[in-house]
């Protein structure tokens, strides 16, 4: 009798095991609500670190701008012409879809997020439309800081290879980077004149990092 229990309990167990985890998946992937909220210790840790998802269901925003990376190195005595770091790996990814250009586009778009301090956390504006003032409406918090300390550090570590490939390995001292952010007219305004808005970042000149 207990033999042939085994495999319809063990069935079962495996069926609850599955409900539990797409129930949970759900929930992780919902936008803010108050259920959400009330569980969202207990989601977290069901979801991470083994079943972590950077999607959402219910249409998540839409990308509204264009970031262009771009970075000029300085050797001794001289200083070379800015370089656009984006659009040659865009143009490339564009010509062949299956080059590793897009997993490498997303590390440079990450970092100008991380330096720009951007936040993923979906929490945010709900706390930040109640409460501008918030310390984490204005990037000003340890997470954010560091955030932004780890975005630097991978730019400065993009800029030094671009640097190596256009006056030399080791031959440059320091690096500046700057950072274009362009975001269009929206959709309804596709036929017009318009050219949507553009602002410019420039990073003061860092040190050079070597990478292997």
């Not at 970075?71 to 984006?86: H, N, Y």
């Not at 500046?176 to 036929?191: D, F, G, K, M």
């Amino acid at each position: 009798m207990a033999r042939m229990l085994a495999p319809a309990i063990t069935a079962a167990l495996l069926a609850a095991l599955c409900l539990t985890y797409l129930a949970n998946t759900f929930l992780y992937l919902t936008p803010p609500n108050p259920l959400k909220a009330d569980w969202l210790p207990l989601i977290t840790r069901l979801a991470h670190p083994l079943f972590a998802q950077n999607w959402h269901l219910f249409a998540p925003d839409p990308i509204r701008s264009n970031y262009v990376l771009s970075a000029r190195c300085r050797t001794r005595g001289r200083v070379s012409p800015w370089q656009d770091l984006t659009q040659p790996m865009l143009a490339r990814h564009h010509a062949n879809r299956t080059s590793p250009m897009s997993r490498m586009l997303r590390v440079q778009q990450n970092a100008i997020r991380l330096t720009l301090g951007f936040s993923y956390d979906e929490w945010r504006p709900l706390i930040c439309r109640r409460d501008p003032n918030a310390p984490v409406c204005r990037g000003q918090t340890p997470v954010v800081a560091r955030q932004r300390e780890i975005g630097g550090y991978l730019l400065r570590r993009i800029a030094s290879v671009s640097c190596d490939g256009l006056v030399g390995p080791g031959r440059t001292e320091a690096v500046q980077i700057a950072i274009l952010i362009h975001t269009p007219p929206p959709w309804s305004r596709r036929n017009s004149t318009d050219q949507g808005t553009t602002r410019l970042f420039l990073l003061p000149w860092a040190g050079y990092e070597p990478v292997r």
